[in-house]
């Protein structure tokens, strides 16, 4: 069974950064991709930046410029920096893995609330 375990969050002010991290149980690069997604109070969850095994990256429009997605092969970890913080990044981030035979794997989410 993967595990995907984030840290990372928390209450930051506007205009701050915060790095979330995700300890994956397994190899990471035995993953087709990995992701960060975050769901809003009363929202859908949405992704905000995915990372393939060759590290090719995509970022939501909402977060381009500010949020980047790297990945640690040799510590099984998935990074997501967050700089230029808004309080519309307020919400839970999930990790998300993507196996090879396409089943998502997901961790429990860390909180990240962003004061105006």
């Known amino acids: 069974q993967v595990q995907l375990v984030e840290s990372g969050g928390g209450l930051v002010q506007a205009g701050g950064s915060l790095r979330l991290s995700c300890v994956a149980s397994?190899?990471?690069?035995?993953?087709?991709?990995m992701g960060w997604y975050r769901q809003a109070p009363g929202k859908q969850r949405e992704v905000v930046a995915l990372?393939?095994?060759?590290?090719?990256?995509t970022v939501a429009d909402s977060v381009k410029g500010r949020f980047t997605i790297a990945r640690d092969n040799a510590k099984n970890t998935v990074y997501l920096q967050m700089n230029s913080l808004k309080p519309e990044d307020t919400g839970v981030y999930y990790c998300?893995?993507?196996?090879?035979?396409?089943?998502?794997?997901w961790g429990k989410g860390t909180l990240v609330t962003v004061s105006s």
């Open positions: 990372i393939t095994s060759d590290s090719s990256t």
């Open positions: 998300n893995a993507l196996s090879h035979d396409f089943y998502n794997y």
């Open positions: 397994i190899s990471i690069f035995s993953t087709n991709r």
